[in-house]
């Protein structure tokens, strides 16, 4: 008996808890004995009798077919197994939809809460909005911030710069979500007395256009 490691395939001649790569599920599997080779290769050594054989010819029969028939049970129990397949699939299927889109908008959320955390509203005393694209990289670092849109409040522009770049760690992102262009959309709607502010992040589906030269 030797046992082989499922995920990187080592062998052990005992099983162990845990294989080196950290896998603790393990195939059992039956080594042939010698006993059973040594009678698959040693040649028969007795005697036979040879004894005269009279051929028969068999007698001619008409080849009957019958036809196979399907029991209704057979055909009952198909028809519910189908019609739960139809029924539980697609429930299954949209089910593992619904948990990775509140994973994604977990994420997103946690991005924004972090990001608006280091933005201060206070100073701005006009209506505007701004836009910022960012990228996370696997280790939750915050890089290539750019404005996509800028106000036409200057307070607006700079309070979200500054917040964006106070957030340089972040949670890691799902695999998804490694570096791939991130949204930040921050509207302020604000007069001489108080401001309110809210913010979304979002994947930047819009293409990234090459600087202006001119």
Not at 28 to 39: A, G
Not at 89 to 94: A, D, G, R, S, T
Not at 171 to 176: D, F, I
Not at 179 to 206: F, Q, Y
Request: hydrophobic letters at 35%; proline letters at 6%.
């Amino acid at each position: 008996m030797k046992y082989i490691c499922k995920d990187c395939g080592k062998e052990y001649a005992r099983r162990p808890h845990f294989c080196e790569c950290g896998n603790d599920t393990f195939q059992e599997v039956h080594e042939e004995t010698d006993v059973f080779n040594e009678q698959q290769s040693r040649p028969y050594t007795g005697r036979i009798k040879s004894q005269a054989v009279k051929e028969e010819k068999p007698a001619e029969q008409e080849l009957v077919y019958e036809e196979e028939k399907t029991s209704p049970f057979t055909v009952i129990f198909m028809i519910i197994v189908i019609a739960a397949l139809a029924f539980f699939v697609p429930k299954f299927l949209q089910k593992q939809a619904n948990n990775a889109n509140d994973e994604d908008a977990k994420y997103l959320d946690g991005v924004m809460q972090t990001v608006m955390g280091d933005f201060n509203p206070s100073g701005i005393t006009q209506t505007g909005e701004c836009i910022m694209r960012f990228e996370v990289n696997e280790a939750g670092w915050v890089n290539k911030r750019a404005f996509v849109q800028r106000s036409s409040v200057p307070e607006i522009n700079s309070k979200v710069a500054y917040a964006l770049r106070k957030a340089t760690l972040v949670e890691k992102p799902p695999k998804r979500y490694t570096d791939v262009p991130l949204r930040l959309k921050v509207s302020c709607t604000a007069d001489e007395k108080m401001a309110e502010c809210m913010g979304g992040v979002k994947i930047d589906e819009t293409p990234v256009l090459p600087p202006d030269n001119k």
